[in-house]
């Protein structure tokens, strides 16, 4: 990315926090709608990208149903950036009804228990919000990784944005990121990470819609070696101004040998909890990016055939 590129892109995501959380929410819900369907009938990459991953999700869906499920798909994305950019606007309690957590008590009794906890979703709904939430409605804060921005200036928007919410925020790279986050398990705390795309290329290999990709073993790993509970969440939206989400049972540390074996069993596990979730509202599943290995694949081939050319 050039310097006046990341300028620019510092600069939108500035304008974004500093007019959008000023707006009505009406007038921020219906911006949102009007940029979501402009992106979706410019049909770029990001959009054909979204629709060829959810026809693994939907299989059999035909063209239209497609099409239909990425219009839902952009509006629920841009709502998702709406709600982000108005989120440091909000009162503690419209934090807290915002967000309707179903089976929360998964969570509550592993804190109480004294046992750390990693919590582990997928991009599905907004996860930033159910964070503000956990933070704001049980009082708790908690431990996330984010993934290194360009430009720098951007990156820092970002942690400070969320260290504003009540979080602890870790850089993706650097090393040092898995210490940390095992301390504040071994003290009883929370850890959140999203999980459902390997940003390392080091990841586990799973079965996902019926296809090989790869998802982080961080949550898994860390689980084990400290003795967390691992509890998948899944959120989406249902047509009203509340997010819903769900806390699923904790993912068992399997007994098997190895710990490689142990934590690709748990990968999985997670990995079935987040299709079964994604599957019911796959409208709400904000995968713009390349997952598959099969389409990782064809992409590197593609690059090599490019420099291959030069």
């Known amino acids: 990315m050039s310097a006046a590129r990341e300028r620019l892109t510092d600069a939108l995501y500035g304008l974004g926090w500093a007019g959008v959380k000023r707006l009505p929410e009406p007038a921020a819900a219906a911006l949102g709608r009007r940029v979501a369907d402009t992106t979706w ?5 990001g959009v054909t990208r979204l629709e060829s991953n959810l026809a693994r999700v939907v299989p059999g869906a035909s063209p239209a149903r497609l099409r239909q499920l990425s219009h839902a798909g952009m509006r629920s994305y ?4 709406m709600e982000f950019f108005r989120l440091p ?3 503690e309690q419209q934090i807290r009804d915002a967000c309707e957590i179903h089976d929360v008590h998964h969570l509550t009794d592993g804190l109480a228990a004294g046992r750390g906890v990693v919590l582990a979703l997928p991009h599905l709904a907004n996860w930033d919000l159910a964070g503000a939430w956990a933070v704001t ?16 200036t951007l ?7 969320r260290e504003g919410l009540g ?5 993706h790279t650097g090393g040092s ?15 959140c990470l999203v999980a459902d795309r390997d940003l390392s290329d080091t990841g586990i290999e799973v079965e996902f819609f019926g296809e090989t990709t790869r998802m982080p073993a961080g949550p898994a790993l860390l689980a084990q070696q400290t003795g967390a509970l691992l509890l998948p969440v899944t959120l989406w939206y249902d047509g009203t101004s509340v997010m819903q989400g769900r806390v699923h049972p ?3 540390v399997p007994e098997l040998e190895g710990r490689r074996e142990r934590v690709a069993a748990m990968t999985q596990g997670l990995a079935d909890v987040f299709a079964g979730g994604i599957a019911e509202h796959p409208e709400d599943w904000h995968m713009l990016q390349r997952l598959w290995l099969s389409d990782l694949d064809k992409d590197r081939a593609a690059g090599r055939q490019r420099e291959g050319k030069r």
Do not use: I, Q
Not at 167 to 171: A, G, I
């Open 137 to 152: 409605a049980l009082k708790t804060p908690f431990t996330t990784v984010a993934e290194r921005l360009k430009p720098e």
């Open 167 to 171: 979080m602890e925020v870790l850089p």
């Open 41 to 45: 009938k410019r049909r770029g990459k």
């Open 78 to 81: 841009m709502r998702y950036w």
């Open 89 to 91: 606007a909000y009162s």
């Open 155 to 161: 990156y820092d928007r970002f942690v400070a944005y």
């Open 250 to 252: 904790a993912v068992p």
């Open 177 to 191: 990121a898995f210490g940390t986050l095992a301390r504040r398990l071994r003290a009883g705390g929370m850890v």
